[in-house]
């Protein structure tokens, strides 16, 4: 039996020699703290679980649904979009439901790439903008996200023939694992860009409402000309702590949405019709209390993140959005990998290397938020006691 030629070019997971480690410390009885995986610790709040309780016993949600979605949960999100983002959405063509972002992320390679075709991924980025464009037989082009331009790519330093072979570019704000926010200006250079080039962009709205410190993230469909050149991937799972439940949107540019459609209709049978009418009570203004206080328990965490790395002389800016603190490796480590190994060793904590987001990582690691106050307590109390 061998897997396809497209599959062995997947590089061979980077936590897996860290992963192990886990393992073998596990099972000697050693008590390991995870700040490793970015799932919130905390339940789906009660309003969707009471929507999605009543939704399961409606016999009309049994049956395969449209990969259309439901005109209540598309009427949902365009509300959303207004009242949240100030955009503008036609509900009929412009919005289609989607099995969690990553379903999108990956199926939007194969709706729109040929091999030979290059797809411009952010790095340190979300491993999909890599996996997905391999998987599709075509290349990613990794866009190195500079920390002094605010975490963005320098979109002038993109090779033109590059460019011109591009059909898709992924960019993801706020952003995952670097906790950057998009600085003012940038996605208007992306637009002009994007239609210089003819490119696709694809934003990835994983993270825009877990945001701290009075900061809105915008949707990059409240850019000018945004709509003309891309869609938004809006993912319910962070923000409202609904990971397993599979509930994301792509909005936007609707003859992107009609192409993705029909690659969908051969793939996939639509997103469960009670998972929607749960998003629907998710993306209702009743909502809103429950997302602030989810921020507010980041917020917390966050700061208590960064002061126990500054205890420890890690110089870490605190980021204003995602569940996420991405901090430089001590002086004296060769790698990310041989400093959050070194800390496994030492304080039985996970953290994850920045260069398994890409090259661009390296000298980096990442701390996630989604850790329990007792045990996040735990982890930076012995953080600390490494000393600085
Ligand atoms: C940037 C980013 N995009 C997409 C996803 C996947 O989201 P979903 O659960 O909707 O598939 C994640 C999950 O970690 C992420 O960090």
Sequence with gaps: MRPSKRLERIPPYA????????????????????????????????????????????????????????????????????????????????????????????????????????????????????????????????????????????????????????????????????????????????????????????????????????????????TPGAKEVGIEVFSLSKGYNMTGWRCAVVVGNAEAIETYWRLKTNIDSGLFEAVQLAGVAALSPDCDAEVASMNELYRRRRDLVCEALRGIGVEVTPPHGTIYVWAPVPDGFASSAAYCEHVLEQAAVVLSPGAIYGPAGEGWFRISLTTPDDRLLEAVERLGALGG
């Design 15 to 222: 936590f897996a020699q860290l992963e192990r480690k886990i393992a073998e410390k596990l099972a000697a009885g050693v008590d390991v703290i995870s700040l490793g995986i970015g799932d919130p610790d905390r339940p789906t709040p009660p309003l969707i679980v009471e929507a999605m309780q009543e939704a399961v016993t409606e016999a009309e949600t049994h049956r395969y649904p449209s990969n259309r979605g439901r005109a209540d949960f598309r009427a949902a999100v365009r509300d959303f979009y207004e009242r949240r983002f100030d955009v503008t959405l036609d509900a009929e063509r412009e919005i289609i439901p989607a099995i969690g972002a990553k379903e999108a992320i990956f199926n939007l390679n194969l709706a729109f790439l040929d091999p030979g075709d290059y797809a411009l991924a952010a790095d340190p980025g979300y491993p999909v903008y890599t996996s997905g464009p391999w998987l599709a037989g075509a290349e990613p082009v990794l866009m190195a996200l500079e920390p002094e331009r605010g975490f963005t790519p320098d979109l002038e330093a993109i090779d033109d023939e590059v460019a011109a072979a591009s059909k898709l570019m992924y960019l993801n704000y706020p952003n995952n694992p670097t906790g950057a926010v998009v600085p003012e200006g940038f996605f208007e250079h992306v637009v002009a860009f994007a239609r210089a080039n003819e490119i696709l962009v694809v934003h990835d709205n994983a993270y825009s409402e877990i945001v701290f410190d009075g900061y809105r993230a915008p949707s990059f469909l409240a």
